[in-house]
């Protein structure tokens, strides 16, 4: 399955940075995607604009969650094969 990797959630005013790096060692990544405490699955793109290499790196701000409460990010990778692979972590 496609890998999270180097997850970080950054405060910033009014809300988050989140960025990561999405891995797969034999398919494209086709999706990433990402859920606040399993709310609904939002999609994502890479920062080159489009999801089809076996590399691709991720930046971006989320508005809100930054009224001192703890939230739970989840993201997920899915590979030109159908594979899902996730991570989460805490937004503060």
């Given at each position: 399955?496609?890998?999270v990797e180097a997850l970080t959630v950054t405060s910033s005013s009014g809300g988050h940075q989140i960025r990561f790096v999405a891995?797969?060692?034999?398919?494209?990544?086709?999706?990433a995607?990402?859920?606040?405490?399993?709310?609904?699955?939002?999609?994502?793109?890479?920062?080159?604009?489009i999801a089809d290499s076996t590399e691709e790196s991720f930046d971006f701000a989320l508005?809100?969650?930054?009224?001192g409460g703890v939230y739970t990010l989840v993201v997920k990778l899915t590979?030109?094969?159908g594979n899902?692979?996730?991570?989460r972590e805490e937004l503060r």
């Open positions: 399955p496609p890998l891995r797969d060692e034999i398919s494209p990544i086709r999706r995607e990402y859920t606040v405490n399993s709310g609904p699955w939002k999609v994502v793109f890479p920062i080159d604009g508005d809100g969650y930054a009224d590979d030109g094969l899902v692979g996730t991570a």
